[in-house]
């Protein structure tokens, strides 16, 4: 299990010190500093090697967040993220300046990519605890990426946003493929679902790659769907899945019980590539800015994308998180 190294805590305590003495002489006259930090227990379900930790707690993310606005139209914001995958590293996941016209706005700098209606949310807005695996393996790891974005996104109605980026994932140092990419995302706001669809083009890792996607998220008195299924073509490999996630808002209790079901084939074609996963639990909002979640995951055969850190045959976790 991965800690946090005296390290790691001076390098977020420098970091912070300098933001909050620089940060505001350069961005003047409004800026806002808010994030969040998840601690989960995680217990592995199935066989497991004798020196393999079944159960684990760990600080699992902290998220920091700055939005500086300069007037009514021109602002700027920076994310970053520190996971106990990535201890003493933190992660910038957007730095961007923006310019906001009414319901249109273009971005430059280090961005989120348009695909899909999971990716763009942060992990304290998803419902479950973690993305599907398609999402994981395809999409999550390029949704931040340096370039440009324009959007339209009204409240409902029609929204669209395009983007053109250089084909690399946030962790990468430098350019190495030297690419331009292209992403755009469509959807439609009705008063009792959205319906959306997506694309990306271009190279990843020197291969040619297209991701396609379709979503909907739906609303009914207490319950509420939300559904993705994504095509794609590494290179040569096809590959597809999808999730579907029912939720239900309580009208007298703060407790919200969600199920999940999804899919992900690695390889279209190929025996031992399909991975599927049935999800349970329970979301408690105990206040505004804190909620504890129970879930538990099964998995009912043995293969599973490396992109997951999940047991043999699933997992039992709980998280506790606090938004500030």
């Given at each position: ?49 004798a020196t393999s930790p079944r159960l684990n ?40 300046g923006q310019y906001t016209k009414g319901d ?94 997506s694309a990306y083009i271009g190279k990843l ?120």
């Amino acid at each position: 299990m991965a800690t946090i190294t005296a390290t790691c805590r001076l390098r977020w305590a420098a970091l912070l010190l300098g933001l909050v003495l620089v940060v505001p002489a350069l961005c003047a006259p409004e800026l806002t500093i808010n994030g969040y930090v998840q601690g989960r227990a995680t217990n592995a379900i199935g066989n497991l090697p004798a020196t393999s930790p079944r159960l684990n707690f760990d600080a699992s993310r902290f998220y920091l967040i700055l939005n500086a606005k300069v007037d009514e139209n021109v602002s700027a914001r920076v994310t970053m993220k520190q996971t106990m995958a990535d201890t003493n590293t933190i992660n910038l996941l957007e730095a961007y300046g923006q310019y906001t016209k009414g319901d249109m706005n273009a971005r430059l700098g280090l961005i989120s990519v348009p695909f899909g209606y999971e990716n763009p949310l942060g992990s304290s807005q998803l419902i479950t605890l973690e993305r599907s695996a398609i999402s994981m393996d395809l999409i999550y790891s390029y949704v931040f990426d340096r370039g440009v974005s324009f959007s339209f996104v009204p409240k409902d109605g029609l929204n669209v946003s395009v983007a053109a980026v250089n084909g690399q994932t946030y962790k990468v140092a430098k350019d190495t493929d030297q690419t331009t990419n292209g992403a755009a995302r469509v959807s439609f706001i009705m008063p009792i679902c959205t319906v959306g669809a997506s694309a990306y083009i271009g190279k990843l890792g020197g291969a040619n790659v297209q991701r396609y996607g379709v979503d909907l998220k739906g609303a009914m008195g207490p319950l509420m769907l939300i559904a993705e299924g994504i095509q794609a073509k590494d290179g040569g490999v096809k590959k597809n899945g999808g999730y579907a996630t029912l939720a239900a808002k309580l009208p007298v209790l703060p407790i919200m019980p969600y199920a999940r079901y999804d899919v992900y084939n690695g390889n279209v074609g190929t025996p031992g590539s399909y991975f599927q996963r049935a999800t349970v639990g329970g979301i408690y909002q105990i206040n505004p800015t804190s909620k504890f979640t129970v879930e538990y995951q099964m998995i009912p055969n043995n293969y599973i994308p490396s992109s997951l850190s999940l047991g043999p045959t699933g997992q039992l976790a709980a998280q506790y998180q606090v938004a500030f």
